[in-house]
C-alpha cells in the first residue's frame, strides 16, 4: 500500500498523505526507535542508565533542529525589516525574576502520593482520582505551589546572595534589553526582537520524548506595538506563526489555534492563543501567542528605575510598548515536524519508510551515491561531492546494494539522491532520484546544483 493518493487522511502542501492514519501509540514508538536508531536524538548520560528529562540531539537530530531554527529565524529577521535578533545570557540579575513575577508565580501545584511518594501535578491528575504510578485512590496530599525555576549559585560562597536562576524563558532577555536594541537601530514600534536559546524548567512531570523536558530551546520574539494597536498585531501573529507549520510540511488537519479561556490566562496576559498539534496523545501546544500589553515594560521599569517608555516624535507622545509574543519551542516543533512527516509505504511489494520532511528542514539534502564502489568511480563522485558541499548539507554513501542505500536515504529525510554509474564517465551526467514521487531524472554533472537548488523551496 503506498499513502500517496489513495486515503483520506491530512496532506501537507505538497499533497503527500502522511503517517497520522497509523494507530497512534504505534507511530510515536516507531518515531522514538527511528530517532534513536538512526541517530536523531538518544536519552541524555545513557551510559550512566540515563537521566530522564533530558535528551542528547545525534548528528542528524541536531541537522533537523538547526534547520527548524534557522526556518525560524529566516521568516522572523530574514525576510522581514521589523524585526532584529538577540542572544542574551542564560544568567541574569535575580531582580529580573522578582521583577517579571517568576519568583512569585512561576509555579506548579504538586501533589505527593501518601501511599507510592511519587509527585504529579495536580492538574494533571486523572478524573477518576487514582494515583498514575500505583493505583491508590484519593491518597494525595494537598497541593502546594512548586517553582520551576531551577536555583544555583554564581560565584565561590553558597549563600543567599549569591542565589541566581537558570533562566525559564529567553523573554526577559529581550525585555531588559528593549532600550539598548531600540536606540541602537532606532526602530519606532510597531518592531520586534527575536531569540532563539536554552530555557530550563524543573518540570514535575517530564515526559512524551522532546515534548516535555527540563532543558529545552526556545524561539521567542516580543513584538512592541503601540498600545491601541495590540489586538491587531495579536491577531496577525495568530495567524502568521498558524500558516508558519503549515508551510513548513505539517497538514492543516493535525494543526490548530486555541484561544485560551479568561480564567486561563496567564497573569501578564489580555489575550493568548496556543499553536496546537495532534499529537500521538492528543492535541499539544507548539507556540503561545500572548497579548501582554505593557506589563513587562512597566514592571522592569519600576523595580529598575530606568525609563523603558517611548518617545513618538512624529506624534509627539510617549507611551510604553505593548508586547505581543509569539514563544515557540524548537525541541516540541521538531518533534511535530518528525511526526507529521513519518510514513511507512509499500511500493513493488517491498515496504519502505519515509520521513516526508520539507526539503528545508531535512537533515541532508542529498545523498550521492556511487553504483560500486569500483575505483574508476571514486574520483567522479569525489568531484561531484566536492561540487555540491559548498552549497548543501550531503552524504556520500557507498555501503550496500543501491536500493537498501535508497531506503536508508528515505528513512532519514533525504530529499534527493544521486546515483554516479559507469554511463556517468561517458556522458557525464548522473541520475537524480526524488524522495517522494521516486521519480529519476538523467541530469547532466555541470547542472547538478542548479537542479538542486531550483527545487529547494
Ligand atoms: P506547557 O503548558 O506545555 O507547560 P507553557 O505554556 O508553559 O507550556 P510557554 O511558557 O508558553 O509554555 O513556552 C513557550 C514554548 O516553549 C511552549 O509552547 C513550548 O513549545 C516550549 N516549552 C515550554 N516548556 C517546555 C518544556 N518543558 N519542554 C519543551 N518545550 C517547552
Known amino acids: 500500500m503506498t499513502r500517496r493518493g489513495n486515503d483520506d487522511g491530512p496532506r501537507d502542501r505538497r499533497g503527500y498523505a502522511r503517517a497520522s492514519t497509523m494507530a497512534k501509540p504505534d507511530l510515536m514508538e516507531r518515531v522514538v ?23 542528547d540531539y545525534g548528528p542528524l537530530g541536531v541537522l533537523l533542529k538547526r534547520n527548524v531554527k534557522d526556518a525560524w529565524w529566516t521568516s522572523m529577521i530574514q525576510l522581514r ?34 501511599h507510592c511518594q511519587q509527585r504529579f501535578r495536580a492538574d494533571q491528575l486523572p478524573p477518576s482520582g487514582a494515583c498514575p504510578h500505583c493505583g491508590a485512590k484519593d491518597g494525595f496530599t494537598d497541593s502546594r505551589a512548586f517553582n ?24 526577559q532577555g529581550i525585555f531588559v534589553n528593549f532600550a539598548n536594541v531600540q536606540t541602537t537601530t532606532r526602530k519606532k514600534p510597531p518592531f520586534g526582537i527575536a531569540q532563539i536559546g536554552k530555557s530550563f524548567r524543573n518540570e514535575i512531570t ?33 495567524d502568521q506563526r498558524l500558516r508558519w507549520y503549515g508551510e513548513h510540511g505539517i497538514p492543516e488537519a493535525q494543526l490548530r489555534l486555541r484561544p485560551h479561556d479568561p480564567e486561563e490566562l496567564s497573569h501578564y496576559s489580555v489575550a493568548t492563543a496556543d499553536v496546537e498539534f495532534d499529537f500521538p496523545w492528543g492535541w499539544g501546544e507548539l507556540e503561545g501567542i500572548a497579548n501582554r500589553t505593557d506589563f513587562d515594560l512597566r514592571a522592569h521599569a519600576e523595580h529598575s528605575g530606568q525609563d523603558l517608555s517611548y518617545y513618538d516624535q512624529e506624534h509627539d507622545r510617549r507611551y510604553v510598548p505593548h508586547v505581543i509574543e509569539p514563544a515557540a519551542g524548537a525541541d516540541r516543533a521538531t518533534l511535530a515536524f518528525l511526526l507529521a512527516a513519518y510514513s511507512e509505504e509499500e511500493v513493488a511489494g517491498e515496504r519502505r519508510t519515509v520521513l516526508h520532511l520539507d526539503p528545508r528542514l531535512a537533515p541532508i539534502k542529498v545523498a550521492v551515491l556511487p553504483l560500486s564502489r569500483h575505483e574508476r568511480l571514486l574520483p567522479v563522485v569525489e568531484e561531484i561531492a566536492g561540487g555540491l558541499r559548498p552549497h548543501l548539507m550531503i552524504d556520500v554513501d557507498s555501503a550496500g546494494s543501491i536500493g537498501r542505500r535508497y531506503r536508508r536515504q528515505d528513512e532519514v529525510g533525504t530529499p534527493w539522491c544521486v546515483t554516479v554509474d559507469f554511463e556517468t564517465l561517458d556522458d557525464k551526467a548522473v541520475t537524480v532520484r526524488d524522495r517522494d514521487t521516486m521519480h529519476q531524472d538523467r541530469v547532466p554533472a555541470e547542472q547538478l546544483n542548479a537542479y538542486l537548488l531550483e527545487r529547494l523551496p
Request: with cysteine.
Open 81 to 114: 525589516d521589523d524585526i532584529v535578533g538577540l542572544d542574551s545570557a542564560i544568567l541574569m540579575a535575580p531582580r529580573v525574576w522578582e521583577a517579571s513575577g517568576h519568583l512569585e508565580t512561576f509555579t506548579d501545584p504538586l501533589v505527593d502520593c501518601r
Open 33 to 55: 526507535n527511528l530517532c534513536k536508531r538512526r541517530g536523531f536524538v538518544f536519552p541524555s548520560s545513557e551510559i550512566y542508565g540515563g537521566f530522564r528529562s533530558t535528551w
Open 148 to 171: 520551576l525555576m531551577f536555583k544555583t549559585h554564581v560565584g565561590p560562597v553558597e549563600d543567599e546572595a549569591a542565589v541566581a536562576y537558570l533562566r525559564p524563558e529567553t523573554a
Open 206 to 238: 517530564p515526559g512524551n520524548f522532546v515534548y516535555r523536558t527540563r532543558e529545552f530551546e526556545q524561539m521567542e520574539m516580543e513584538f512592541f506595538v503601540p498600545p491601541e494597536d495590540g489586538e491587531r498585531w495579536f491577531e496577525y501573529w495568530c
